[in-house]
């Protein structure tokens, strides 16, 4: 199984309000990141965790905060976000987070309308 | 982060063959992957190679490093109209969990 899950797929919110994006795997990876996709340009890396500590944090608004609550989960809770945090987020493991020879599992991502 | 370059257009006729080209300017890569994404979907994980090869092929999918250019390629033999998508080339450092994504080729396939 290499399935990396993303609920929910689409997500409107307004800027006041506060949600959470969901990713889930179960290959035993104990790297998982977050990416943030505009349309029709590459993935921008925003948050690594490592054995479920954050070693990456690519110097992201405070708006978006992320948590692993355990090494198979990561989320990604959005509060008072701005129009132009709309994208597709997408949740990404990998088997061993000090090996760069182990690929990227990506989700199918969460395409996130803010407005 | 690195600089990970590609053409953003190719358009094929199906049948023919499309090549995908990318280059890059980290010298200490290690593997370099190529992944595919179709619309409103996620990154698909096609194939990878390891910097000390030269050329991997897996079924329809061939891939090309020429090491000393930081020139990397994918061969897509017998395009059909399902290989329509955009196909991202990364690179992975020596040490670390990093991949850098190139630009992005959109590969159009025409009946």
């Known amino acids: 199984d290499t399935e990396v899950t993303q609920t929910p797929k689409h997500l409107v919110m307004g800027m006041t309000n506060k949600k959470s994006l969901k990713c889930e795997q179960h290959m035993g990876h104990r790297a998982m990141y977050w990416y943030k996709q505009k349309a029709k340009k590459p993935p921008e890396l925003m948050f690594v965790y490592s054995y479920e500590k954050l070693s990456i944090n690519e110097s992201v608004p405070s708006r978006f905060s992320p948590e692993c609550p355990n090494s198979s989960l990561l989320n990604l809770h959005l509060h008072a976000l701005q129009p132009e945090d709309s994208a597709l987020y997408l949740c990404a493991s990998s088997q061993d987070p000090g090996q760069s020879s182990y690929e990227q599992y990506f989700g199918p991502g969460t395409r996130l309308t803010v407005t | 982060g690195e600089d990970v370059e590609q053409s953003l257009f190719l358009s094929v006729r199906e049948g023919d063959s499309s090549v995908i080209n990318c280059t890059y300017t980290d010298s200490s890569s290690t593997y370099l992957y190529w992944y595919k994404q179709e619309p409103g979907a996620g990154l698909q994980l096609l194939t990878y190679?390891?910097?000390?090869?030269d050329m991997k092929q897996d079924q329809r999918l061939t891939v090309l490093l020429n090491k000393k250019d930081k020139h990397l390629s994918l061969r897509i033999a017998d395009t059909q109209t399902g290989d329509s998508a955009i196909y991202f080339c990364a690179e992975s450092p020596l040490t670390g969990n990093q991949f850098y994504f190139g630009t992005g080729t959109s590969l159009t396939v025409i009946p």
């Open positions: 190679i390891f910097s000390n090869m």
